[in-house]
T-cell receptor, first 111, second 113 residues
Framework: QQQVKQSPQSLIVQKGGIPIINCAYE??????FPWYQQFPGKGPALLIA?????SEKKEGRFTISFNKSAKQFSLHIMDSQPGDSATYFC??????????FGKGTRLHILP | NAGVTQTPKFRVLKTGQSMTLLCAQD?????MYWYRQDPGMGLRLIHY???????AKGEVPDGYNVSRLKKQNFLLGLESAAPSQTSVYFC????????????FGPGTRLTVT
């Protein structure tokens, strides 16, 4: 049962553009929402995370926007660079401590 | 610190063969996880452990067994491999409280023919 729905599946953006990846969740018991970045041949690595009592969090060029009432959250990458090309996973932590991952978005930034 | 390491990196098995994947972490983390990653499916939890000597089932446990005899190691076993177990397997670990970041290993690519 897919509890975190992620879109789009793939995304191509020109360098300097602002790719946006969206996620929606169904379970209101989630209490932590991380985003992971994965480069080809590597394991995922935590990029940025947010708790549901915060509507926005910025770390460098990466921003999470969180809409608790709509049960949606999104990742924005400002001034995107070819080095940002990777697969991005949103996720949500359940109260039983399990992390549920979205299916991933393959992002390609054109030089 | 090496972080989370996995062995082997690649393996090809024939249907019915068995193997064990080893995960090791040097961060003194209490929690450890095994995931599988398939195209278009994201990461799915197979088994996890909240401490030495304890294991629990995740989302897709069938066909796999695990053991956590030492805090730093988490083993994933396939007793009788099937083609449906062709996947990339990731191990992860994290501290037990305060901060939920999971640290992932580099993965093991397994092909079952």
């Amino acid at each position: 049962q897919q509890q975190v729905k992620q879109s789009p599946q793939s995304l191509i953006v020109q360098k300097g553009g602002i790719p946006i990846i969206n996620c929606a969740y169904e379970n209101t018991a989630f209490d932590y929402f991380p985003w992971y970045q994965q480069f080809p041949g590597k394991g995922p690595a935590l990029l940025i995370a947010i708790r549901p009592d915060v509507s926005e969090k910025k770390e460098g060029r990466f921003t999470i926007s969180f809409n608790k009432s709509a049960k949606q959250f999104s990742l924005h990458i400002m001034d995107s660079q070819p080095g940002d090309s990777a697969t991005y996973f949103c996720a949500a932590r359940r109260r039983d401590d399990k992390i549920i991952f979205g299916k991933g978005t393959r992002l390609h930034i054109l030089p | 610190n090496a972080g989370v390491t996995q062995t082997p990196k690649f393996r090809v098995l024939k249907t019915g063969q068995s193997m064990t994947l080893l995960c090791a972490q040097d961060m003194n983390h209490e929690y450890m996880y095994w995931y599988r990653q398939d195209p278009g499916m994201g990461l799915r939890l197979i088994h996890y452990s909240v401490g030495e000597g304890t294991t629990a089932k995740g989302e897709v446990p069938d066909g796999y067994n695990v053991s956590r005899l030492k805090k730093q190691n988490f083993l994933l076993g396939l007793e009788s491999a099937a083609p449906s177990q062709t996947s990339v397997y990731f191990c992860a670990s994290r501290r037990s409280s305060g901060y939920y970041e999971q640290y992932f290993g580099p993965g093991t690519r397994l092909t079952v023919t």
